[in-house]
């Protein structure tokens, strides 16, 4: 059963003296528990596409279904409620709040959802990603490796069906990358979560269940609509 399902997705900018194809037919089939790496050159398309998948952007023409639910058919407001509910999202940039310690970080998430905490829940990701002795760290206090580890916990906090990361080892060292991936894999297969990721990194990339590369906007290999 497929969890995310793109059907023949384009991504038009700018107008007709210079029109940028940045996707330009893409058609996926993700399944549950599925880890895929979305590979390609600078320009390809991959960042465009993950915006797309995630509802963070609408796309010119196509569809995305998430659960068999056409994403796009919701109004802005049904977006980012079911965004929140399904999708977690790591990025480069860590993007953590400089004020709130490690705890504060992971769990604000479900805080901002006006939900419990599920304590057990969230001990196992801190105990997965091997940042247990950080609770009470500020975001300042840790290496660029933690601090990742920290933004994939909150990514996973809200136990979405769905992970999107784009880059999430763009600025890390590659023995720390190798580390980092394989904690957002060992935590995906132990949520059954689906992760679809971007990398520039063929090492990387070869730790996925699958290999995505794009050029020009479409999928290589892929099958081709009009
Ligand atoms: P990648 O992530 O593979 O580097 P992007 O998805 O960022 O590629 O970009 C694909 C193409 O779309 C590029 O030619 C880029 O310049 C163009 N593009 C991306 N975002 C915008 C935007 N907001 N406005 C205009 N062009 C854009
Ligand atoms: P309960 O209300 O169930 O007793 P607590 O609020 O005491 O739960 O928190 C349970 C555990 O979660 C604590 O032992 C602590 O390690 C961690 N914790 C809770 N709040 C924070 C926080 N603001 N910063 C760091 N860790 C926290």
Do not use: C, W
């Amino acid at each position: 059963m497929e969890i995310l399902n793109a059907r023949n997705l384009k991504k038009y900018y700018g107008n007709d003296k210079s029109l940028v194809r940045a996707l330009d037919g893409i058609n996926l089939e993700v399944k549950r528990g599925e880890f895929i790496a979305i590979v390609g050159t600078s320009g390809s398309g991959k960042s465009t596409l993950l915006h797309m998948l995630g509802g963070l952007d609408r796309p010119t023409s196509g569809e995305v279904y998430i659960d068999d639910k056409n994403i796009f058919e919701f109004k802005d407001d049904e977006l980012t409620i079911f965004r929140r509910r399904k999708i977690g999202f790591i990025f480069q940039s860590y993007n953590l709040i400089p004020v709130l310690n490690v705890y504060e970080n992971i769990t604000l998430p479900i805080s901002l959802d006006g939900n419990e905490i599920d304590r057990e829940y969230i001990g196992e990701i801190f105990k997965t990603l091997g940042i247990e002795d950080k609770k009470y760290n500020m975001p300042s206090q840790l290496s660029g490796g933690q601090q990742q580890r920290v933004a994939i916990g909150r990514a996973l906090a809200t136990k979405p069906s769905i992970i999107l990361a784009d880059e999430p080892t763009g600025n890390l060292d590659s023995k720390t990358s190798l580390d980092v991936m394989g904690l957002i894999k060992v935590s995906s297969k132990r949520f059954n979560q689906t992760v679809i990721m971007i990398t520039h990194n063929e090492e990387i990339a070869q730790m996925a269940d699958r290999i995505i590369r794009i050029e020009d906007g479409k999928i290589l290999g892929g099958e081709i609509n009009e």
